[in-house]
């Protein structure tokens, strides 16, 4: 008799629930931080424990429902220097403009080069290559 193959699957319910508890506990000490720290201790530090915090938190709670890397830290990353430009004065409106702007611009190049990347395995397993058509490559040499 055939052995039977068992695929093995992580259960879903429990890295939610794990991915829930992180998220949570993330942000009660977040907002431990704001309530109870005095802002005067972190100003040599440029406020660092504070964004890290921050990014931390809203990555985590991100991940509960989106998985790839890349969308858990462009948006996080950008807030955040958003944030830090305020802090460091630039109250422009344009700035968080092109923040916004380029945090979509590198999540679109993310996303199409893993479309990209699927597209190029699948014409790989083509056998047939493309017919390169004669006019173009004409043009091509003679400019």
Known sequence: MPR???????SS???????????I???????YVVLFVEPKTWVDYYYAP??????????????IFISKMVFLLLPSLGLVAILVLRLFGFRDWINPLFIVGLVIALIYFFTA???????QSKN?????????D?????KQTSA
């Open 50 to 63: 504070f964004f890290i915090l921050l990014v931390a938190s809203l990555s985590l709670t991100i991940n």
């Open 4 to 10: 039977k193959k068992t695929k093995y699957r992580t």
């Open 124 to 132: 790989l397993n083509n056998q047939s290559p493309p017919v390169p």
């Open 13 to 23: 319910k429990k890295s939610l629930i794990t991915k829930l508890i992180l998220a």
């Open 113 to 119: 080069s893993e479309t990209n990347v699927k597209l």
């Open 134 to 138: 004669p006019e173009h490559a004409n």
């Open 25 to 31: 506990a993330a942000w009660l000490i977040f907002g």
